[in-house]
């Protein structure tokens, strides 16, 4: 399994980044996929999931700011972020959860930087 994270980039407070997750080894559609984010010096933490059946969730810090969707087609998900903060600055993580044996699989990170 592979997923290679891309997109990321400096903006400015305010903006947009869309991050995309590209697939291989794994369907999307059979399985959970989700977005995480590493702060310097902080832990982990979830930012979006969209499960097999096309469910979503989100970190209540994002929701209403952030979009995870999936193109199946392209075997691709994304993460729209939308009016950026300071506070969104992280290293950004694409995570697979096959479903049917609980084997969780990660990418590289893209980073996101956002100034003020």
């Known amino acids: 399994v592979q997923l290679q994270a891309s997109g990321g980039g400096l903006v400015q407070a305010g903006g947009s980044l869309r991050l995309s997750c590209a697939a291989s080894?794994?369907?999307?559609?059979?399985?959970?996929m989700g977005w995480y984010r590493q702060a310097p010096g902080k832990q982990r933490e979830l930012v979006a999931l969209?499960?097999?059946?096309?469910?979503?969730n989100y970190a209540d810090s994002v929701k209403g700011r952030f979009t995870i969707s999936r193109d199946v087609a392209k075997n691709t998900v994304y993460l729209l972020m939308n009016s950026l903060r300071r506070e969104d600055t992280a290293d950004y993580y694409c995570?697979?959860?096959?479903?049917?044996?609980?084997?969780?699989?990660w990418g590289r990170g893209t980073q996101v930087t956002v100034s003020s």
């Open positions: 995570s697979a959860h096959r479903t049917f044996n609980g084997d969780d699989y």
């Open positions: 969209i499960s097999s059946r096309g469910s979503t």
């Open positions: 080894g794994i369907n999307i559609e059979r399985n959970d």
